[in-house]
């Protein structure tokens, strides 16, 4: 268990459009020896994706772009590849992407040396911590395997399902982000949606920035968002007010201006630390690259606080390089909860009950309201 | 002075600062649908509330688009009319549409046959203005469609000199009749069809056309058809003309500001860098003859102008609040003693301005209010964003606490019509605000702002706009004998 370390950003003032509040992120220093690019897959109009990865395995999914990593071993700058505008590149058709299985692959194709000093890693953005929060014991209690493999064998697998939202279909969150105006050095922004925190993202060079910010827009939502932004109205900007009282000349009303600008940023880390900071989070490393390790972290499953699953690459001190969460709607955060809590008791329902300080019929009753039924019709 | 008199002031300049800004196209911040709305709105409140004021405004710097619409609402709803408001009206009508470029208001002649405005006035109306044209063959030609369509609606008698009796109402209705015309325009329209020199006699846009048929080279074609070119038809061919290494000659000291700043700004930047000299100067001979007499005459100035990516406009208006920002930078460099220039993205070359990052208003006000100047001029789209409300802060701790005898005077120049509050975004309440549209009323505008301030009362807007329209109409007999020459020169090159 462990928190983000997002030193190195700074948070300036949020711009509002509606309900959406998108407060950018702006780093003094870029991190130049890893970049992010963009693949497109060609679905249009936006529909499944159908993944081979060869012996006879399929995997369909909405695929609605790709994040390509670029890193070089030794700390020198590696190229943006890609990020450049008008590189001509037509959109990749399929690519052999092992999924769900490996969500994070080598890019081969690239007509680079593998393995060399500097490589490429394609991932698709929040799937891994999608998968991560799909797969949370999803193996379930090891007493039903044998029934499980059965029905798989009988019916096909049956995985558990989530329901999430394109940014499209996010009402007002495409032209929020239309006139978004990016800072200069941006490598983040923090997604509100009528104030609730809805997304984090962050990449590590502004220039990967720019080229990645309408990708928000293709993004994965939780119906919470959908429904704030929906029924949320628009929100408050807030505007800067200085004390006339005090202020006799221009340095006086230079430097109280310059004082607001901090007390802003001081109260909104106060906010952001809230959400995303305090939290403590159950990370999983996926994958090494050079200096940064991707990998993917799980919430506490704490009830009624808003809670992100994510991704992340981190560098070797730990800090933030890439980041993209999901906020989870207070129903996935109790499904994730009463899971871990039956885990945690070896799912013995009678074990977890008594801890929960809940009868066994009223677990039970929750984890069928939950959808969970099959997991324990025979072992309840 | 009443509340409502107040409120009646302030509802009209509200309506006129729109009415200079607005154009129902899609902004940056709002669509073409939500602008058009909010426009049409507006026209109906002012002209069902304050009908003679509304009609007034035609005599004010209001763009095109809003003038048309005026005439049109006026024409439509003449019955609400006493006898002495249409007289005045009937008035500032005729004048403001010969101020008009003739395409614009064919398209509301076509616009009063559809809405099936037909009365006598209107008619009198189209009649006298397609009278005072300067050339009706050239006008035949040019905008057959519309020149038809007005004669159609307003049944205008066409043939004017009795030895071409009848000509261009055959080469409207009937250009099968004739064999050959008199006159030599309708006669190269006619060989046109079949003879590629004909195409050259032509004005540029009817050319075009033929030039597509006949399959004529774009460089060639543009060669030779040069001389018959308007100058914003040059201006408009430029980068064509250069993708094709044609020849078209743009004397650059004669376009007007914002439009040259406009096609500067649409450049590539490292074409600016390599004309750097030559486009400076062009931008600086505008504003030269803009500035006239009143160059050097203001003093110390300060500028705070906004190049934040949301002066990328929309694909309608593209860059345009950028474009009046430079037009502005360059007429007060002419206009200031001496002068010091704040763009909100702290670059220092604004040959080389490109929308780009936030808006940090407040900051650079400060900055501006340091160099203690005379005259504080911010032209920027009002959305102060970083942070928000800064802007609008310090200018009223400057007005309340620091600068109350007012040694300083603050005029907000914002070019973008904000539809969601029917007028242009103010930064401040103790600051007036004036809508812009071209850099060339600026001097104008700065009058009209100290009516903005909302301490004015309705008597004197009254007196100022009855002024303006009494310029506006002595002005327009005196001033129509020239005004046509330029259109005749703008059509037939």
Redesign the interface.
């Known amino acids: 268990m462990s928190g983000l370390d997002l030193s190195g950003l700074r948070a300036?003032?949020g711009?509002?459009w509606g309900a959406v509040r998108l407060v950018?992120l702006v780093r003094a220093e870029p991190v130049t020896d890893l970049r992010l690019h963009r693949e497109v897959y060609r679905d249009e109009p936006a529909g499944p994706v159908t993944v081979r990865s060869g012996k006879g395995t399929y995997c369909s999914t909405y695929v609605p772009h790709g994040f390509v990593a670029d890193w070089t071993g030794d700390g020198s700058p590696a190229a943006a590849y890609g990020s450049q505008l008008g590189d001509g590149r037509g959109p990749v058709v399929c690519a052999p992407l092992h999924f769900p299985r490996k969500p994070a692959q080598r890019a081969r194709d690239k007509g680079r040396p593998s393995g060399g000093a500097s490589g490429t890693l394609r991932f698709l953005p929040l799937h891994l911590a999608l998968d991560g929060y799909l797969a949370l014991h999803f193996g379930g209690p090891s007493t039903v395997w044998e029934e499980w493999t059965r029905r798989a064998v009988r019916e096909g697998l049956s995985p558990r399902a989530e329901r999430a939202y394109r940014g499209e279909a996010v009402p007002g969150l495409d032209d929020a982000l239309r006139?978004f105006?990016?800072?200069?050095g941006q490598c983040g922004v923090l997604v509100y949606v009528a104030d609730a925190p809805a997304a984090a993202f962050v990449v590590p060079h502004p220039d990967d920035y720019r080229a990645l910010h309408p990708s928000l827009l293709q993004d994965l939502y939780g119906e919470l968002m959908y429904q704030y932004a929906l029924y949320g109205g628009p929100v408050r900007?807030?505007?800067?007010?200085?004390p006339?009282a005090y202020?006799?000349?221009?340095a006086e009303?230079?430097s109280a201006?310059e004082r607001?600008?901090a007390e802003?940023a001081a109260q909104h880390a106060g906010l952001m630390a809230d959400s995303w900071l305090d939290a403590s989070y159950d990370v999983r490393q996926v994958y090494r690259m050079g200096r940064f390790r991707l990998s993917r972290f799980l919430p506490p499953f704490a009830l009624h606080r808003p809670q992100h699953i994510g991704e992340m690459i981190t560098d070797g001190k730990g800090r933030v390089v890439y980041l993209k969460t999901f906020r989870l709607t207070d129903k996935q955060v109790r499904r994730g909860h009463v899971l871990h809590r039956l885990a945690a008791h070896d799912w013995q329902v009678g074990h977890a009950a008594e801890a929960m300080g809940i009868g066994h019929r009223e677990l039970m009753r929750r984890v069928e309201h939950l959808g969970f039924e099959g997991l324990l019709k025979l072992h309840g | 002075m009443t509340r409502q008199d107040l409120v009646a002031a302030e509802d009209v300049l509200l309506f006129v600062h729109a009415a200079i800004t607005a154009t129902g196209q899609r902004e940056?911040?709002s669509d073409a649908d939500g602008q058009r709305l909010s426009l049409d709105f507006l026209h109906a409140y002012v002209r069902v509330n304050y009908r003679p004021l509304y009609a007034a405004a035609l005599a004010l710097d209001i763009n095109d688009h809003n003038a048309a619409l005026i005439v049109r609402r006026l024409l439509e709803t003449a019955g609400e009319a006493t006898d002495e408001e249409r007289r005045t009206e009937g008035q500032l009508i005729a004048a403001r549409l010969a101020r008009l470029p003739a395409p614009r208001v064919y398209r509301l002649f076509r616009a009063l046959r559809a809405a099936k405005v037909n009365n006598r006035r209107t008619r009198a109306i189209m009649r006298d203005w397609c009278a005072a044209r300067p050339d009706p063959a050239l006008d035949a030609v040019k905008y057959r469609a519309g020149l038809k369509c007005a004669a159609r609606h307003a049944h205008l008698r066409l043939d004017g000199e009795p030895q071409r009796a009848g000509e261009l109402g055959d080469f409207l209705f009937a250009p099968g009749r004739r064999k050959h015309f008199t006159t030599p325009l309708l006669d190269a329209w006619r060989r046109a069809h079949y003879e590629q020199k004909a195409v050259y006699e032509l004005s540029f846009t009817v050319a075009e056309g033929f030039a597509a048929a006949h399959g004529i080279g774009r460089r060639a074609f543009l060669e030779r058809i040069a001389p018959r070119m308007t100058r914003l038809e040059r201006l408009r061919v430029q980068e064509s003309a250069r993708t094709t290494r044609a020849e078209v000659d743009l004397d650059p000291a004669r376009l007007p500001l914002t439009r040259l700043a406009a096609y500067v700004l649409g450049l590539p930047l490292d074409d600016r860098v390599a004309r750097r000299a030559e486009l400076t100067g062009a931008l600086r001979a505008a504003a030269r003859r803009t500035a006239g007499a009143r160059a050097g005459t203001w003093g110390r100035v300060a500028a705070v102008l906004d190049d934040?990516?949301?002066t990328t406009g929309s694909r309608q208006k593209r860059r345009r609040p950028l474009a009046t920002a430079l037009a502005c930078h360059f007429l007060l460099a002419e206009l200031a003693g001496s002068y010091r220039p704040l763009w909100t993205?702290g670059r220092r070359d604004p040959l080389l301005a490109y929308p780009?990052?936030?808006?940090p208003l407040?900051?650079r006000l400060?900055d501006a209010?340091?160099y203690a100047p005379e005259r504080l001029v911010i032209v920027s789209d009002g959305w102060d964003?970083?942070?928000?409300?800064?802007a609008?802060?310090?200018l009223?701790?400057?007005r309340?606490?620091?600068d109350r005898e007012g040694r300083t005077s603050v005029v907000h120049l914002n070019p973008v019509y904000d539809a969601e509050n029917f007028a242009v975004r103010r930064l401040s309440a103790e600051v007036p605000t004036a809508g812009v549209r071209d850099a060339e009323d600026l001097p104008a505008l700065v009058q009209l702002a100290r009516f903005a301030e909302g301490r004015t009362g309705l008597a004197e807007l009254r007196a100022h706009l009855d002024d303006r329209v009494r310029q506006f109409v002595r002005g327009d007999h005196g001033a129509s004998g020239e005004h046509g020459a330029t259109v005749r020169e703008g059509g037939a090159g």
Request: aromatic share 8%; charged share 20%; proline share 12%.
């Open positions: 300036c003032p711009q509002v950018p006139v105006e990016i800072h200069p900007e807030d505007p800067v007010r200085l006339d202020i006799g000349s221009l009303l230079r201006a607001r600008a802003w | 940056f911040h934040s990516f949301s993205s780009y990052g936030p808006t407040g900051m400060l209010l340091e964003n970083a942070p928000p409300g800064l609008g802060e310090v009223r701790v400057w309340t606490r620091l």
